[in-house]
């Protein structure tokens, strides 16, 4: 069983910086898909950030696409997430996981394991 632990500083400023990490195996971090997604309270799971490390690609949502940085430190073991201009929108519960597909896939049931979650709070 994968473990995947998400860790990251909770209540920022509205158009401050923000990184978020997410520690794993080694096996994970160089085999599977990982995403980052996430969840605002009343709103369903979504989709935010993704990368392959087989191809090195990386996709984005829409709505995050110029702000944030899905990156992997295979040295560290480590999925991060730079999250820059943050706004009172990207309140949410964030998530990092390992999708069993092949590709980097937006659909959440795809998503196979997951971290707990951490907070993130963006004050105006």
């Known amino acids: 069983q994968e473990q995947l632990v998400e860790f990251g500083v909770g209540l920022v400023q509205s158009a401050a910086p923000l990184r978020l990490s997410c520690a794993t195996s080694g096996h994970t971090i160089s085999y599977y898909v990982l995403s980052w997604l996430r969840q605002a309270p009343v709103n369903e799971r979504e989709f935010v950030a993704g990368?392959?490390?087989?191809?090195?690609?990386?996709y984005y949502a829409n709505s995050v696409k110029g702000r944030f940085i899905i990156s992997r430190d295979n040295a560290k073991n480590t999925l991060n997430l730079q999250i820059n201009n943050l706004k009172p929108e990207d309140t949410a519960g964030y998530y990092c996981?390992?999708?069993?597909?092949?590709?980097?896939?937006?659909?959440?049931?795809?998503?196979?394991?997951w971290g707990q979650g951490t907070q993130v709070t963006v004050s105006s």
């Open positions: 996981a390992a999708s069993a597909s092949i590709v980097i896939t937006n659909t959440i049931t795809e998503y196979v394991c």
């Open positions: 990368t392959n490390p087989s191809t090195g690609n990386t």
